[in-house]
């Protein structure tokens, strides 16, 4: 029996929330969240290194955000730095919920083109608006990532606002203790994917748990038309076995070489979201207007499918570079 066999029939888990208000839905969100904390016992070597632990999850989205964007990007930086390694320890323990802000309002798929800046100042501190480009003595410095506290757990921090609170004219300062690398980078381009090298992982593991979705799909309507019930289940059997495959030569792959594992990512991705989202909504017709019930999850499934398709980089955006420098490699 699976570990998280035993963790679903707690009474945590058992709670129908369908009816419930989004504010009501969160907050069991992330109660699960810390049972699933508690029950993995997640460690800092699990996320750096993608131990078989750090791949088994259910409310995927949070864990990603918390665990593999937010706690994988400080790791990068930790060794040395006693500071970041406390902050780690605490996220590992879910004493800080950690989040990884890195679009802004007009640069989504472009984000490395961000407008807004992080300004060195005289005394050491930096005038931050978006974790964008660096400015050093009014020099470029490229894209670096920024630790910032958004809010004490009950309301924003000073110069954060979030949601429709009213923008005040207010800027975020920072300041640091320890010395930070402002030289200019040999290659803008370069150094920006590094720092959100994490998303390729964050894209394996969307890629690894829409599967779900078909096999649900294909349990539900298990009692409707044969054939396309069977094509989901195959389609199912096939999306999980290139995933334990991607996922064996994504482990052994260098750590340094992004491209390799970024391309990695986004075929897997592409794969197992177009079954993701095309299986729910086949077999859902074949449930009449039971198909478009909440409770009966086609539709939430298609729909956070489509989300999944999006998210750690729009599989369109991410097909069309892998494919360019795909061709670039072959042609030399």
Known sequence: MRSTEVLVKWPLWQIRSETWTFEERVKLSYQRLRTLVQHFGIASDDIKYFSPKYWDMAVYTLLMIHFNLCTGTILKFA????????????????KLSGHFCLAELGHGLDVINMETTATLLQDGSFELHTPVAMAANGKDRGARPFLVQLSDGTQMCPGVVCKVQTPLDEHLRLLFRLTLQLKRPENARDLFFFNISRVATGALCIA?????????????????????????IAQGLVADALKDDVYRIFIEADLKDLTYRNFLAAVLKLINTKFAVTVPVILGDRCGVQGLFE???????????????????????????ESIHSLSVISG
């Not at 060794?79 to 879910?94: A, F």
């Not at 690894?208 to 989901?232: M, R």
Request: positive net charge; charged residues 20%; hydrophobic residues 40%.
């Open 79 to 94: 060794p040395g730095r006693p500071d970041l390694q406390e902050i780690v320890e605490r996220l590992l323990r879910l």
């Open 295 to 321: 409770v009966n999850r086609f539709v939430p499934m298609n729909a956070d499918s489509r989300a999944a398709q999006i998210a750690e980089g729009d599989v369109v955006g991410t097909s069309i570079r």
């Open 208 to 232: 690894s748990t829409v599967v779900n979705a078909v096999k649900i799909s294909s349990y539900i309507a298990g009692g409707t038309q044969y054939i396309p019930v069977l094509t989901g």
